[in-house]
């Protein structure tokens, strides 16, 4: 994987987003963020994949005992029925490594709880056949702040690039001249961009009071 230049940088045509285990039981032992705040960006993460038709895995382990994909995230893709494994480590499991492959892209983007479980077993594995693997820091999350920071060192120093969900947005939209999917994408950030969603709305209600002025 390169680490500077441009071909360092995601590339909607070439990344596939896998997003482990985002399920209720997974939630209540969640204590390295605030749970409200991984729910918001891993549904932003979502859709902004959905708006650049980079293809998106959803799966989950053990779903009778550990609770449905939450809701939020299943109603992106409401037609995907997650895949529901027993193996712990996603990439173990053929019937979510099989669809990768397939794809021919090697640009892989991964979100889970737990950060140190379900992020890092996949992470590492694939790095070893040669992916490119980003992890998205903050729509992945650990049992305590500890268990993710150590988690995140960990797949740094095998190889991995830590990356948050705004910047997988940033690096796939790279000019707004791409009009194709900037409607999209601004769509994505004023609902779930926090703060750069109010400046986006504020920058709009701007242009559109210019706009029925004349000016």
Request: hydrophobic share 45%; net charge negative.
């Amino acid at each position: 994987m390169p680490k500077t230049g441009l071909d360092a940088l995601l590339r909607p045509q070439d990344s596939i987003l896998v997003l482990i285990d985002h399920q209720p039981y997974q939630f209540a032992n969640l204590h390295s963020h605030e749970p409200s705040m991984i729910v918001n960006n891993v549904i932003g993460l979502a859709k902004t994949a959905k708006a650049f038709n980079v293809p998106t895995i959803l799966t989950t382990v053990i779903q009778e005992r550990g609770g449905y994909l939450i809701k939020g995230l299943q109603d992106v893709f409401p037609e995907q029925k997650p895949i529901d494994r027993t193996f712990i480590n996603t990439w173990e499991d053929p019937n979510v490594v099989d669809i990768v492959k397939k794809s021919g892209r090697k640009q892989l983007v991964l979100a889970a709880l737990y950060t140190e479980i379900c992020l890092a077993m996949p992470a590492i594995q694939a790095l070893a056949e040669g992916y490119d693997v980003f992890i998205v820091t903050d729509a992945s999350g650990g049992v305590t702040a500890e268990a993710h920071d150590m988690a995140v060192r960990r797949m740094v120093a095998a190889g991995a690039v830590p990356i948050t969900w705004l910047a997988v947005l940033g690096e796939w939209q790279r000019d707004w001249a791409r009009e194709e999917t900037a409607a999209g994408v601004a769509g994505v950030v004023l609902e779930h961009g926090g703060a750069s969603g109010v400046a986006l709305a504020w920058e709009l209600q701007l242009l559109a009071g210019r706009a029925g002025s004349g000016v």
